[in-house]
């Protein structure tokens, strides 16, 4: 069965700095890859999209990376800043199951 | 901006008890869907909803789980005979027109379901 990882369940980093978070998955490549914020006791917030032939999607201070020979995704938050700090999620979205199927998450912490 | 709206935000129920969970979706969204957290946990799917029937459904969506939409603007899961294991956080999300991967998913801010 599919499984997917994302990189150390917590992440600390400095504000100002990048942070990257990484999503690793097995099997079958996704045709989509979303990622997800959460924050504690809400429900998760879409942020970005990449499709399978994509390499790399921005907006704003936010870029998703797509290597399906890797099978591997890379979200990085540039300029960080301590309201970046959350639980950031990694979907994938096969077609022929028709479900997106979420990764545990890992926990951002930036310090001021 | 629209959002997807659930009540309650918490829930207590007695083991063996039926429970509904509501939802009200964004207004022109047409497919619909249920999640849940255990917590500390994943988000894991639940089920998918398109055009008033079950589009989809994981394995953790048995007999004792039913969905709804019994107006224009409610979408509800029903769990009939509710067990401990059940305790979780209960998440509804809808979609644009255009079901699949390429459209994001907008989340409620959940139901905390506790069964004692």
């Known amino acids: 069965s599919q499984k997917i990882e994302q990189n150390s369940e917590a992440l600390n980093i400095q504000e100002g700095k990048t942070a990257t978070l990484t999503c690793n998955y097995t099997?079958?490549?996704?045709?989509?890859l979303q990622w997800y914020r959460q924050d504690p006791g809400r429900g998760p917030v879409f942020l970005l999209l990449?499709?399978?032939?994509?390499k790399e999607k921005r907006k704003e201070r936010l870029k998703v990376t797509f290597d399906t020979t890797l099978k591997q995704s890379l979200f990085h938050i540039t300029a960080s800043q301590p309201a970046d700090s959350a639980t950031y999620l990694c979907?994938?979205?096969?077609?022929?199951?028709?479900?997106?199927?979420f990764g545990s998450g890992t926990q951002l912490t930036v310090l001021p | 901006e629209p959002e997807v709206t659930q009540t309650p935000s918490h829930q207590v129920t007695q083991m063996g008890q039926e429970v509904i969970l509501r939802c009200v979706p964004i207004?022109?969204?047409?497919?619909f869907y249920w999640y849940r957290q255990i917590l500390g946990q994943k988000v894991e799917f639940l089920v998918s909803?398109?055009?008033?029937?079950?589009?989809?459904k994981s394995e953790i969506f048995d007999d004792q789980f039913s969905v709804e939409r019994p107006d224009g603007s409610n979408f509800t899961l029903k769990i009939r005979s509710t067990k401990l294991e059940d305790s979780a956080m209960y998440f509804c999300?809808?979609?644009?027109?255009?079901?699949?991967?390429?459209?994001?998913?907008?989340f409620g801010d959940g139901t905390r379901l506790s069964i004692l």
């Open positions: 990449i499709r399978e032939n994509e």
């Open positions: 909803f398109y055009n008033n029937e079950i589009s989809e």
């Open positions: 999300a809808s979609t644009e027109p255009g079901q699949g991967g390429n459209q994001p998913q907008h």
């Open positions: 979907a994938l979205y096969f077609g022929s199951a028709r479900q997106l199927t």
């Open positions: 099997n079958y490549s996704p045709a989509y």
């Open positions: 207004s022109n969204h047409l497919y």
